[in-house]
């Protein structure tokens, strides 16, 4: 119901660094159309097993679709935007840690904010051949491996990321993006322009967006476990200056308010509806 969980992969030895895990989806049920995509500052790489497209509409009109290849990088967003149910069925993809993903593009992490891009158009023919054996393998095992073994690959040929921009996502993401960027960039003994830019070249997002991310990710937790929110409270615990600022940030990057959502949340897990990470079925 509400697409099928079947296995979630732990990243090897060798990706650990860069990747949260792998995972395969099949099977979508439920009435909605779409599916709303929250951000999370991360990258994925998404493959459809299934069919050769994947479809992408803005967060509001799903007359505005984009149609991708079958293998796609989704870059971090600062907002939502809308996959297709239909295109559901059996998707693999990878889920990289913030920053994580850098290695494997090729290209400034900032040139993917807020797009898909055509994973042919970084990886070539290889992505090709990559996803047409995904297609032909049956076993998640095998396929997990077969994704692992393509990203060290690609890993081989990089360089290795910023240890000052890995040094700032651990305290922005310890302090759930509460810090001051300028004082970060004090500690970290840079300038804040240089910090900046260093930062968006490997995360894709400023680092102040980066950190409102975070924030807004704390309260989408906060959501999901609390029957009853008191909402000026916890405007405060996420860092925000008031409860008006929650909801301005909350509706920007959810298209919600925070109660519809909680509520939202609370009538998919009374369906006992399965709800992918940061998504939010939704009817067209």
Not at 192 to 208: I, N
Request: aromatic share 10%.
């Amino acid at each position: 119901f509400y697409g099928v969980l079947v296995d979630v992969h732990p990243p090897s030895n060798g990706l650990k660094a860069f990747v949260v895990d792998l995972w395969l989806y099949r099977g979508s049920e439920g009435a909605h159309s779409h599916e709303r995509i929250l951000p999370s500052g991360t990258f994925e790489i998404v493959f459809n097993l299934r069919e050769d497209q994947l479809r992408i509409y803005s967060s509001s009109y799903t007359a505005n679709c984009r149609v991708f290849s079958g293998a796609v990088v989704s870059g971090p967003y600062a907002g939502t935007f809308l996959s297709d149910k239909t295109e559901e069925a059996s998707l693999l993809g990878v889920h990289f840690r913030p920053g994580g993903a850098a290695p494997f593009l090729g290209a400034h992490a900032g040139e993917f904010l807020n797009t898909h891009v055509d994973l042919a158009n970084l990886w070539g023919s290889s992505a090709t051949f990559l996803r047409e054996a995904l297609c032909e393998q049956r076993d998640p095992r095998r396929q997990f491996e077969m994704m692992e073994r393509a990203l060290l690959e690609k890993l081989a040929e990089q360089a290795i990321p910023s240890a000052v921009v890995g040094k700032s996502l651990q305290i922005l993401e310890r302090t759930n993006g509460k810090v001051r960027i300028r004082e970060l960039a004090r500690s970290l003994d840079l300038g804040q322009r240089r910090f900046a830019d260093l930062f968006v070249q490997q995360v894709g997002l400023s680092p102040k967006l980066f950190g409102r991310v975070l924030r807004f990710q704390y309260a989408v937790s906060i959501c999901q476990v609390s029957t009853d929110p008191d909402w000026a409270q916890l405007a405060i615990e996420c860092g925000y200056y008031d409860q008006s600022h929650l909801i301005r940030d909350f509706r920007e990057f959810s298209g919600l308010s925070p109660a519809d959502f909680a509520v939202r949340r609370r009538g998919l897990e009374e369906a006992g509806a399965h709800v992918k990470r940061n998504h939010i079925p939704v009817s067209s």
